[in-house]
């Protein structure tokens, strides 16, 4: 079905774009009477350009795009950068309340950085900070993870195999002009979600504990061993050929259920 759409020369003059998906996504969804532009409610930066400097034991995070997902910035497992490449990036460095979006890969995701932390970012991170206080930065990072801020973050990314999103593009991203009232409800929201998820954590490690004390295994180590046979019968029985499977460390696991007090069974 045809769509015809009314733009104003403007509009067109200001985005210096003319491609009808963009104006259509961009344009329509939230004309500037009703909306600020990132660009005019904050500042925004880009992380560290160069080689990547890592120093596993200095303890300053370096995140990278595929850490940020929606309003989590999952930390676990992450890479260290040196002090001499944080200290020269200042402009980058993570700030409690700012808001990190991802610029490559999978474009759009954003989080709060919602505790204080020391550390950085990489080129793959756009850094929205020092954000007007009359906007939470909860609610701007929960628009832009809904359905028509990532219209928004598409539209304005460019490249074919692998979308980008630059500095330039991520500036013309509108935000609409909320109550503060209900953008203090969505950052009460993210922030008790924040809470349950954290709990949820601890929770878990708990009932792990239990259960490993149950079963004998809180410190039990498995060796690891390099090379090692089973029969033909064992591979008939299971009717798996994946030699991790017979590793083992798997029967001495198995063997140590077998021989909880309580018993077992499938």
């Known amino acids: 079905m045809a769509h ?25 969804t939230f004309p500037l009477d009703g909306a600020k532009l990132l660009s005019e409610i904050s500042d925004i930066t880009d992380g560290e350009h160069g080689a990547p400097e890592l120093d596993s034991k200095s303890g300053i995070i370096y995140l990278s795009g595929h850490n940020i997902k929606d ?35 999978t474009v759009g995701n954003a989080s709060v950085v919602y505790t204080n932390i020391i550390g950085n970012t990489d080129r793959h991170v756009i850094t929205i900070k020092n954000i007007n206080k009359k906007f939470s930065p909860y609610y701007i990072s929960t628009f832009l993870n809904s359905r028509i801020g990532r219209m928004q973050t598409n539209a304005l990314s460019c490249g074919n195999v692998q979308k980008m999103l630059n500095l330039h593009s991520a500036r013309k991203i509108r935000i609409p002009i909320f109550p503060q009232s209900f953008q203090q409800e969505i950052e009460t929201i993210v922030k008790t979600a924040h809470h349950k998820r954290e709990q949820s954590k601890l929770l878990y490690k708990q009932a792990e504990k239990i259960l490993l004390e149950e079963l004998d295994m809180v410190n039990y180590k498995p060796k690891h061993q390099l090379s090692f046979t089973t029969s033909k019968k064992k591979i008939d029985n299971a009717r798996r050929f994946d030699s991790e499977y017979f590793h083992p460390k798997y029967d001495k696991i198995i063997k140590k259920i077998e021989n909880y007090y309580g018993g077992w069974g499938y």
């Open 4 to 28: 015809i759409s009314k733009v104003r020369l403007k509009d067109i003059k200001e985005a210096q774009r003319f491609d009808s998906e963009y104006l259509l996504v961009s344009l329509q």
């Open 71 to 105: 309003n989590v910035l999952n930390i676990e497992g992450i890479r260290t950068c040196t002090k001499r490449l944080h200290d020269k990036n200042k402009r980058s460095s993570l700030k409690k309340d700012s808001v990190l979006l991802s610029s490559v890969g």
